[in-house]
């Protein structure tokens, strides 16, 4: 999965007043990048689809209140990180009342061979990050690829700065761990 990175010269203005088409605007501009961001909570597909419009509806709705006291991409982070917390949250809630369900897996399709061993180490690399604590891979996330900075992901998530730097270190020694020692998947 890769991350759409957004620039910093975007600003509030650029979408008020609020009419249709700016809100189509908006929605178009921060929709990829927000639904990037949720896929990293490890929702289900149709979960972090609606967390991506709630956030964006949330988003819209508070524009005009917009202080901008940060980027607007950075405010706009911090509402889809917050919904994707509470799409995490009702999901855990639901899954631990249900009775575990059999899923079969889609088919994969066939690729070439010399696609085989880059994906591979695609779902090498998934399958690690998702072993992380959901703090660690939700800031390298946003860090490697979204590009956000230590200061603006302690914006989106709430944390200091210094938590932050060390959820980058922790996340980074344990991915570095788990592939120099050659750990097979679990």
């Known amino acids: 999965m890769v991350g759409v990175a957004m620039s910093t010269d975007v600003t509030a203005a650029d979408y008020l007043p609020l009419t249709e088409a700016t809100a189509r605007r908006f929605v178009d501009r921060f929709s990829a990048p927000v639904l990037s961001q949720l896929a990293r909570f490890r929702l289900p597909a149709d979960l972090a689809e609606d967390a991506a419009q709630e956030a964006l509806h949330r988003a819209l709705r508070a524009l005009p209140r917009f202080r901008g006291d940060s980027a607007l991409s950075t405010w706009v982070y911090r509402i889809a990180h917050r919904e994707g917390l509470r799409a995490l949250e009702r999901w855990q809630r639901r899954r631990a009342r249900e009775a575990p369900i059999s899923a079969l897996g889609e088919p994969q399709a066939e690729t070439a061979p010399d696609l085989v061993a880059q994906e591979d180490e695609l779902q090498r690399l998934r399958r690690a990050l998702d072993t992380l604590p959901d703090n660690h891979r939700l800031a390298l996330g946003y860090h490697y ?36 020692n050659g750990k097979k998947d679990d």
């Open 145 to 180: 690829l979204e590009g956000l900075s230590v200061a603006e992901i302690a914006q989106v998530t709430g944390a200091a700065q210094g938590t932050v730097k060390a959820w980058l270190k922790r996340g980074r020694d344990r991915l570095r761990e788990r592939f120099a």
